[in-house]
């Protein structure tokens, strides 16, 4: 029972790293269309318009001022980041063996090696362990991955809620063209305040 419920996990946390890279290519393809609605009814009140691109400068002064936090909060968990668990490690070397480029000497490999490496460094137990059952290497997850994966799941779950809370998102989704002109608005509305 208990390697059934690790492989849906493995499945969920999969599923859901997919789901959201696609989510956040969507909200910024949506984002730069919104942002032109914004600024094409901005044009039709220039005195509006003044107060807003304020706001709007000082909000993406403050959002340059958040990603160098985050940047700086990320280099922190780098430095401080847990170990690498000791069936990680077990996996990636057997994954390196058969698949290293010094080792194989295959470019198709090479491609697996880099993923492998990518998985290793960011803790990815999902994706660490798709790669081994490609490779028909057996990947031992004990419940310190188990947890990890929960979290995993967790936080991609977390990070796609918010941007289905966006404006861009919403307006996206939107089929209604009086209702995306009233999010566009709405969110000129809030700025103003």
Same mark, same amino acid.
């Given at each position: 029972m208990? *390697?059934? #419920? @690790?492989?849906?996990?493995i499945k969920e946390a999969e599923y859901l790293s997919t789901e959201l890279e696609y989510r956040s290519e969507l909200v910024k393809q949506?984002?730069?269309?919104?942002?032109?609605?914004?600024?094409?009814?901005?044009e039709e009140y220039p005195d509006i318009k003044k107060g807003i691109d304020a706001a709007i400068s000082f909000a993406v002064e403050s959002a340059a001022d958040d990603e160098e936090a985050e940047k700086d909060e990320e280099a922190?968990?780098?430095?401080?980041?847990e170990p690498v668990s000791a069936s990680m490690k077990?996996?990636?070397? #057997?994954?390196?063996?058969? @698949?290293?480029?010094d080792?194989?000497? *295959?470019t198709n490999?090479?491609?697996?090696?880099?993923?492998?490496?990518?998985?290793?460094? *960011?803790?990815?137990i999902a994706a660490m362990s798709s790669i081994c059952e490609s490779l028909g290497i057996e990947m031992s997850i004990g419940e310190e991955e188990?947890?990890?994966?929960?979290s995993s799941?967790? *936080?991609?779950?977390?990070?796609i809620s918010f941007i289905e809370s966006t404006f861009s998102w919403n307006w996206m989704r939107e089929q209604d063209s009086a209702k995306k002109e009233a999010l566009v608005k709405e969110f000129i509305a809030r700025k103003v305040r």
């Open positions: 208990r *390697s059934l #419920e @690790t492989r849906r996990l949506a984002d730069a269309e919104f942002m032109s609605k914004v600024g094409e009814l901005l922190e968990k780098e430095y401080f980041r077990k996996a990636f070397r #057997e994954v390196a063996k058969k @698949t290293h480029p080792i194989c000497g *295959s490999l090479s491609g697996i090696w880099m993923k492998a490496s990518e998985a290793h460094d *960011s803790g990815d188990i947890q990890m994966l929960r799941i967790s *936080s991609a779950k977390e990070r």
